[in-house]
């Protein structure tokens, strides 16, 4: 079940004393409250009862969703030693939990983007190896202006182009200007093949399974 607590707050402006929710663990299948204050952000977001002003507060928490079958370590910033090393895990954890995906997410968008794929049933780490070849080979101008691109969509009903339907993407430009990339959903199987077939797409433990996780696999896991 979901477990939360309060906190006391200073108001970095008026220096106002109040409190604030904090989350520790979400269920998401028995609290969808909580799971929409997750995705929209504002279970880090407190606002001064005093000033109005809204604080970002970078707390830690534990993701649970057991229809979709995974579990997610989130911290607001990642740790200046991570180097993409697992997470370590009771034993416990990962007997009362087979077959789950275990993910370690760091940033408030990366964790929105992780759940929102999880839940529509993709394989991140083929999502995030379609988003590294594209943005290192069908389009390099995004890795060489540093581009972001992210996950927005899976629609299978968008069947125009394909009998599996779409899937959605995008990214902004440094003027803030969002650029979609829509693809068949046959690339996204060519690509899972892909990865079922190449032992360095397969995660060991939970760790962050991002853009860099796949350079640092694809180049023989160098740093």
């Not at 995974?70 to 910033?77: A, L, P, S, V």
């Not at 370690?104 to 394989?123: Q, R």
């Not at 990339?181 to 190449?198: E, P, S, T």
């Amino acid at each position: 079940m979901s477990k939360v607590h309060k906190e006391q707050i200073e108001c970095p402006h008026c220096h106002s004393i109040g409190t604030m929710e904090m989350i520790d663990e979400v269920d998401a299948d028995i609290d969808p409250v909580l799971r929409e204050r997750v995705l929209n952000a504002q279970a880090f977001i407190y606002t001064c009862p005093e000033c109005g002003s809204r604080i970002l507060v970078g707390n830690s928490l534990l993701y649970h969703d057991a229809q979709h079958r995974f579990i997610i370590f989130f911290d607001m910033e990642r740790p200046a030693d991570y180097h993409y090393q697992p997470l370590k895990l009771s034993k416990s954890i990962i007997e009362d939990y087979p077959d789950y995906t275990f993910r370690y997410v760091t940033g408030m968008t990366e964790l929105h983007e992780k759940i929102i794929i999880l839940e529509s049933g993709l394989s991140d780490v083929v999502i995030e190896r379609m988003k590294y070849m594209l943005a290192h080979y069908s389009h390099p101008d995004i890795a060489r202006k540093s581009y972001k691109i992210r996950f927005a969509n899976y629609d299978p009903d968008d069947k125009d182009d394909s009998e599996f339907g779409t899937l959605s993407l995008f990214y902004r430009d440094s003027n803030d200007e969002a650029y979609g990339i829509k693809l068949n959903m046959r690339l996204y199987y060519d690509f899972k093949l892909a990865v079922k077939l190449d032992p360095r797409m397969h995660p060991q433990g939970c760790v962050i399974v991002d853009e860099g996780w796949i350079s640092r696999q694809m180049k023989g896991g160098a740093l």
